[in-house]
């Protein structure tokens, strides 16, 4: 076999369903290795960046490694947004590019670009295959790298390197997929326990990083009457419903978990790297830190009792060393307060305003979906309505750009997310920014016949930008303003289903049968432009700023 049917023999054995990208000429030969076989698919979309968004979502998803490719020069630039989506999320996937002739490597030939130092800062793994004999070795690297550090391979494939045939290519694969387990050492635990049990008002952090540990937190959760807060990427390991639940933090979160992580006497952190420090406790707070990554401990705040391992492995190694709270007074007061806060939602959510409050739509999509939906939100505004207003139920997974917080993620995860989960409803909530940087791409799920549900929430504006400008720096709103196509239309003329929404009572008809629709569909849902993405604790300075812009713009408006 050559170079590049070696290289889809590995990922083959690793799991390895998709390869998203655009066919191009330096890998041409890889184009055609996949036409020959039938274990991976190639999915063309219409930009780079949305084959590596789809890729990122994919691995973010299920843990187990995705693939995009881009040609030499522009398709390979292209691919780096979305990897670095993945870098900063923990996603294992792999980058395979094309470059140009070894020959003419040196010399600014058409489309050279020195793709490994393009892609040094992206890749833990970043090499060039130069000589057929490095196969399969440097490909089972590349995966092995990208799953065992969760982060970004990368690979290049030069256009005379890759169908030249690979020798001895059995007696050299072996392909290895070690999930390896550990706890942390036993003095370490005995600090936390000592901490734990010297508290009185304990609340637990919980990030992706607990996923594999629910039964454990509830647990231990319950035996030291701790609330449990969630960080933003592991909004669903718990249903939002759920008693012990306080909802997220930051800026997206809620009250009850401001007021929980600001008047607790410790905080367990359980796999999150949560990174806005004035929305920690104090810095005389104990902190009990539990992840896998020693270089994660202590990075985001100061740290008494740092506990690497396994999550599931460290809480059931912690939970006999701790005696039973009997005092639930702390956790009772920050569950009267969630009670309090998710009236006050209720009141929002359940509105029938005209134009149509933004978080009027997320609770309404969240009332309908299927309680094993998948949900791909964008970033901005609507992260905050994703965030607060819709309500994780059953084994609804939720995905989202975190670390990297780039706009138009939704659309591309939803196409990766239908994919690998055919059976299930995917939804994404986009804003129309986002919506807008990626939207051809909508034509790949038409073509490959992927029935996302995308909900645009229009408000014709890049509305987070707008209160940055004017609750951060109190200054007046300039430059937001979007010129929105028809998306009803556009979606028609794509090929699949479009529809415009003005009024709640509109929104209420549409959404289940949306949901029911076996095509791709787009509701473009007119919300209230003016509506705020208010922090959940709001300072003077953001207030004042606030009355300072709005001033502003009354005495410069046209």
Known sequence: MNVCEALLNVLTDYGVKYIFGIPGDSINDLIEAIRKQDKIKFIHVMHEEAGAFAASAQAKLTGELAVCVGTSGPGAIHLLNGLYDAKMDHAPVLAITGQIDTALLGTSYHQEVNLQALFQDVAAFNQTVVNPEQMPELAILACQTALAQKTVSHLSIPSNISNQKVIDFENKKQVIKNKSRHVPQPEDLALAATLLNKSTKPCILAGIGAREAIPELLE??????????????????????????????????TEPAYYALKNCDLLISIGSDFPYHPFYP?????????????????????????????????????????SPKQDPSFLQTCQQLMQKWLRKQDEIELSEDIPIRPQTVARLISDSADEDAIICCDTGAVTVWGARNFKIKGTQRFTLSGGLASMAYGLPAAIGAQLVAPDKQVIALCGDGGFGMLMGDFTTAVKYHLPIKLFIFNNSKLALIKMEQEAGDGNPEYQTDLCNPDYDLFAKLCGGEGFTVKGTSELQTIIPMVL????????????????????PHIAFNQAFNYIKAKTKELFTAD
């Open 516 to 535: 029911k629709s076996t095509q791709p569909c787009i509701v473009n849902v007119f919300v209230n432009p003016d509506e705020l993405t208010y922090p």
């Open 220 to 253: 231990f959760a319950r035996l030291i009457n701790a609330p449990i807060i969630k960080a933003l990427r592991g909004k669903d390991i718990l249903p939002d419903i759920h008693p012990l639940i306080l909802g997220g933090t930051g800026l997206l979160g």
């Open 282 to 322: 104090d810095l005389n707070i104990p902190t009990i830190q539990i992840d896998t990554d020693a270089q994660q401990i202590g990075k985001r705040h100061p740290v008494s009792a740092p506990l690497i391992g396994d999550s599931c492995l460290t809480l059931m190694e912690l939970l006999p060393l701790v």
